[in-house]
């Protein structure tokens, strides 16, 4: 052998055990990598910390293990430790990651100056990106000026200290979020016009701090100019409902010069929506004018017309005219006149007005949802002026419609019982009776039967039905006359029952205090009649309504100790229940 093949020999015999050490330590590092992720996964950090300090043993200066073997000890609370590890491994490199870990374990032991310091030295200024993540840092440690700062040296850095620039989009939400709000405003508007569908999150973004800095944030905006002033109008209008002022955003809309005149519909949708009823009828209203062949105006003028009619009655009905006369070839034109009616006949009392607009309903060709609502309501009209005759004839149109059979034989048995013909209605009350328990008159069938079977005999009956019409007519002080013979003179149950009627009857109306008396008089004079639990429950409910929420509970609980076994003494002690949390919360 020659020597220079006998020394290259001995060199890689030399060269086998730093071979096999190398082979030796790859696997450890994997079988060390596979077992601390599976303590990891597991949240079992502290007994991963053990594990990384061998495995940077066997593998120093390795990145992933070092920031690694920090995320772990800060899972486990040693902040310091942690400072330690990254203090000297970042005095010899840069590692961004672990300048960001290094920081975060400053501000977990509230040193945010160092931790400041530490983020900052995850920013290269070569890259635009690195200064996301820093400002991200700070804003979530509420070190928003810091964050607002880091973002603008980006801007200046990178050119872009435009309002729609590098990072505008989040320095707008910073600012938004110190209360800034020029500039924020200003960002997001420049955003949106980059990019018009932020629109709606931008608009979110700004109804939350409408909802409790309303009037600032309202007039910022509205000092603003833009390119687009219909983002700005929209802008408005989103924050002005939130803050409780809808007509400053109506007012916005209302400026854009005749543009955009769908945004009239949507506002008013919106406003409608909130509670904000005569705002939204103005802004159905603007949509409607402005827009006379959108295909939108039927439900703009209808929407308008059932919104004022709470107020209005007059203008309403004006409009509902309105829509029959310019859209007579819509079938929506029969709710139109349905509606007309019912206006006519409950709040202006105009019954022959009201029977002309439904019979425009029922001879109509067309067949809908509103023909069996107009014979009804005609039906009705008819038994207000005492034409039973008509009222009868509604009725039997009623039945033919099939589906509303029930409803036109309990209008019909009310006929007879207002006629006087008791045991008529009671066998068409019996048939109903077992027909559709579900129906929602059942309650009221049941009710009226079993007042004909328990006081058909009673010559009381009659003055009671008779004195039911009356106040079905609106002639209450004729049926005054009724109510004071039945009182003293009818049998104690036909007594008792009439006085819970009127009760009934004064408390839908909304005479509180003459209901309150009349309820009060019933339990004085029959303390153990078949009604009183009934009359005690309501007279309760009204002490609530007053406020009262003392007198009510003690009302509740006489009725309860007095009366266990009645079958309404469930729903007392659900209101017993409920109004002793309530004065335990108070």
């Not at 309990?410 to 027909?435: D, I």
């Not at 929420?549 to 309860?560: G, S």
Request: aromatic share 8%; hydrophobic share 40%.
């Amino acid at each position: 052998m020659r020597p220079s093949t006998f020394f290259r020999a001995l060199a890689l015999l030399a060269l086998i055990p730093l071979a096999l050490h190398d082979a030796h330590a790859q696997n450890d590092d994997a079988t060390l990598a596979k077992r601390v992720q599976a303590l990891e996964r597991a949240g079992r950090f502290a007994e991963a910390v053990p594990l990384y300090e061998e495995w940077q043993r066997l593998s120093p200066n390795q990145a992933p293990i070092i920031r690694g073997h920090a995320r772990a000890l800060s899972a486990i609370g040693a902040h310091q430790r942690v400072i330690t590890l990254l203090d000297a491994w970042l005095k010899k490199r840069r590692d961004s990651p672990a300048a960001l870990l290094l920081g975060d374990a400053y501000h977990a032991l509230e040193d945010d100056n160092k931790a400041v310091a530490s983020w900052r030295l995850a920013i290269d200024k070569a890259s635009a990106a690195s200064y996301g993540p820093v400002a991200d840092r700070c804003r979530l440690a509420g070190l928003r000026q810091q964050a607002i700062r880091i973002l603008r040296e980006g801007q200046k850095a990178h050119g872009g200290e435009s309002i729609s620039g590098l990072y505008s989009w989040e320095l707008a939400a910073l600012y938004l979020e110190e209360g800034d709000y020029r500039p924020s405003f200003e960002m997001f508007i420049a955003n949106i016009e980059q990019v018009p569908q932020r629109l709606p999150v931008v608009a979110g973004r700004l109804e939350i701090v409408c909802r409790t800095q309303g009037t600032k944030a309202l007039q910022t905006l509205q000092a603003l100019s833009s390119e687009r002033p219909l983002f700005v109008a929209q802008l408005i209008a989103s924050c002005a409902l939130a803050a409780g002022d809808p007509e400053s955003g109506l007012t916005a809309l209302d400026g854009l010069a005749g543009q955009d005149v769908e945004h009239f519909f949507q506002y008013a949708a919106r406003a409608e929506a909130m509670g904000y009823a005569e705002t939204a009828a103005r802004a159905y209203a603007l949509f409607a004018e402005r827009r006379p062949d959108s295909p939108y105006r039927y439900q703009a003028l209808s929407r308008q017309a059932a919104l004022t009619a709470r107020e209005d009655s007059d203008t309403a009905l004006e409009l509902y005219r309105r829509l029959a006369r310019d859209f007579s070839d819509r079938p929506e034109t029969l709710q139109t006149l349905v509606g007309i009616a019912r206006l006519q006949l409950e709040q202006n009392g105009d019954i022959e007005e009201a029977i002309r607009s439904l019979q425009s309903v029922i001879d109509s060709p067309r067949r809908g949802e509103w023909t069996p609502q107009a014979l009804v309501l005609l039906a009705e009209s008819s038994l207000r002026l005492g034409d039973f005759n008509r009222s009868e004839r509604a009725l039997d149109a009623l039945e033919k419609l099939g589906p509303n059979a029930y409803e036109a034989r309990y209008r019909r048995a009310e006929l007879f019982y207002f006629r006087g013909n008791f045991a008529v209605a009671e066998t068409l009350l019996v048939e109903l009776s077992t027909t559709n328990p579900g129906h929602h008159l059942a309650n009221d069938v049941f009710d009226l039967l079993l007042l004909c079977e328990d006081h058909s005999k009673s010559p009381g009956l009659a003055t009671l039905g008779r004195a039911q019409l009356l106040e079905r007519q609106g002639k209450s002080k004729k049926a005054r006359e009724q109510w004071i013979w039945l009182e003293e003179n009818a049998e104690p149950a036909l007594a008792e029952r009439s006085l819970l009627t009127r009760a009934r009857l004064r408390e839908q109306e909304g005479h509180i205090a003459q209901a309150l008396s009349l309820y009060e008089r019933q339990a004085s004079r029959f303390p153990d009649g078949e009604y009183i639990v009934s009359a005690q429950l309501h007279r309760a409910g009204l002490y609530e309504r007053r406020g009262n929420r003392q007198q009510a509970l003690k009302t509740y609980e006489t009725t309860l100790l007095q009366h266990p076994g009645d079958a309404l003494i469930p729903e007392i002690r659900l209101r017993i229940q409920r109004l002793r949390r309530l004065h335990e919360s108070d």
